[in-house]
Structures are given as structure tokens and as C-alpha cells.
């Protein structure tokens, strides 16, 4: 039981990971934004006149989210 299981590299950390051009990350940044924007409507501002359901369907499915996050809904 002398050797390890994960083999070990002579070499830093730094020297093996690349560096990600910003390019490659811009549209995985909007992705995530706007998914979060989304979700953050729907969580925090949606009270069922906008959406594309009509009535409170969404608002009731996000309504102990909305007080657990400490959002006023009533």
C-alpha cells in the first residue's frame, strides 16, 4: 500500500491548466445570466399578470420560494 492510487505529476498546477479565451466563455456568461435573470423574475416578480400561463399557475408554484427568500407576495 505504498503507492498512490492518483498518480502524481511533476509539474504545477498553473503550468497544466490553459487559460480559457474569453471568446469561448462570452456566450455561456449570457446563457447563465439571462437564465438567471429569468428565474429571478419568475421568483421574485412574476405575481401571474405576464405570464405566458395565464393566472397564478407560476405564481403558485413559486410561492414558499418567494417567502423563503424573503419576498413580499401578498
Excluded: K, N
Excluded at 504545477?12 to 446563457?31: D, G, I, K, M, N
Aim: glycine content about 8%.
Amino acid at each position: 500500500m505504498s503507492q498512490s492510487a492518483l498518480p502524481i505529476s511533476a509539474a504545477p498546477l498553473s503550468e497544466q491548466l490553459a487559460p480559457v479565451p474569453l471568446r469561448e466563455l462570452a456566450p455561456w456568461t449570457v446563457l447563465l445570466a439571462t437564465l438567471g435573470l429569468l428565474v429571478l423574475f419568475f421568483v421574485g416578480v412574476d405575481q401571474g399578470a405576464v405570464s405566458v400561463p395565464s393566472g397564478s399557475f407560476v405564481h403558485e408554484l413559486t410561492h414558499d420560494g418567494r417567502h423563503l427568500l424573503g419576498y413580499p407576495c401578498h
